[in-house]
């Protein structure tokens, strides 16, 4: 993948996408010691980064079936919530049949959103039993099976965030990006070494779902215990064939692991300090430097990926404080 195909992407997007604010946040600086700034994408018409790679998908599918004359069939998908919402966004929108294959532990409010775009939904049991059966649905159906991060159409979607960081500060050091399937953080590498190929990238995942750094110390994806977390966003293991593993290897700076209680420490705190709803996954960046992380360049971007959180999870979490 290349500049220019994230610049392709850009312009498909440009109609349906957000340019989010990139804030200051005077209690993360304090905390970090450091110029930090949040990238907010959970203000995103899905409220998640998810909708820039999932509308750049689906409007190249339609593209390459106009180029050769062909009526495009059913695209499918697998998601824990934010790539589904924003996939059944972009087919309602463009007009594409769509199919979710969706875990049964995702968020109810995630799966709300979906039906109400007119995806056809379809509640499996783990995130890994969903990604098989969406598979095995589209090739024996002869539809069309978009990853929600193991795709270079939705990596080059994800990738826009990263330009548009470096466009409005341009002195940016590092990008904290949090990483589940690799698709945000491989996408963010990607365009920071193309624009700007000092920015370091950080990837942050939950220890609870820890599957990109046990495969990068074993140099290969493996399967991981996945253990429930408040970042449901991020849980689950890796398709064996993805190609994300690959990108953040050989991109991504380093990857470091947070647990449940600095996740939660996150939410309380963007709630409280910056009034930012955000959700488990949303604010596991955030939770980095919650958890003591000093980054090395004094002026560090955090992407706040999504705020698709549930009402009562987010009182259950404002109250345990």
């Known amino acids: ?39 907010l994408e959970s203000l995103q018409p899905t409220n998640s980064f998810k909708i820039r790679g999932a509308v750049n998908a689906a ?30 966004f972009a ?15 995702a968020p109810k409010a995630k799966l709300d959103h979906i039906a109400r775009h007119g995806a056809d939904l379809r509640p499996a049991g783990t995130y890994e039993e969903a990604e098989r059966l969406a598979k095995a649905f589209a090739a024996d ?31 940016t050091a590092a990008i904290l990006v949090p990483v589940g399937g690799g698709g945000l953080a491989g996408g963010i ?12 990238v950080v990837g942050v995942e939950a220890e609870a779902s820890p599957a990109f750094h046990e495969a990068l110390k074993a140099g290969r994806i493996v399967e991981v ?23 953040v290897r050989r991109l991504v700076g380093r990857t470091v692991l947070v647990p449940e209680s600095a996740i939660e420490d996150a939410i309380r705190g963007l709630f409280a300090e910056e009034r930012v709803i955000a959700e488990g ?17 004094g002026r560090v971007a955090v992407v706040v990926s999504g705020s698709n959180i549930d009402a009562r999870v987010l009182a259950r979490v404002l109250r345990r404080e």
């Open 281 to 297: 996954a949303g604010a596991t960046a955030v939770a980095a430097l919650v958890a003591g992380l000093r980054v090395a360049g």
């Open 1 to 39: 993948m290349t500049i220019s195909d994230i610049a392709a992407a850009r312009g498909r997007i440009a109609p349906y996408v957000r340019r989010t604010p990139l804030v200051p946040s005077a209690w993360l600086s304090s905390l970090a010691g450091a110029d930090v700034r949040l990238k």
């Open 189 to 200: 590498a990607i365009a920071a070494r193309a624009v700007s190929p000092a920015v370091s």
């Open 59 to 88: 409007a190249a599918f339609l593209e390459r079936h106009a180029r050769h004359q062909r009526v495009p069939g059913t695209i499918v998908t697998a998601s824990a919530g934010n790539h589904g919402r924003a996939m059944a």
């Open 91 to 105: 087919a309602e929108r463009l007009g594409l049949d769509l199919v979710v294959f969706t875990p049964r532990s």
């Open 225 to 247: 215990e996945v253990r429930p977390t408040i970042a449901d966003g991020l849980a689950g293991n890796m398709d064996p064939e993805s190609i994300t593993f690959d990108i």
């Open 141 to 171: 159906e002869g539809a069309t099976y978009i990853s929600p991060y193991s795709h270079p159409d939705v990596i080059a979607g994800a990738a826009t965030v990263a330009v548009e960081i470096l466009e409005e500060w341009p002195e």
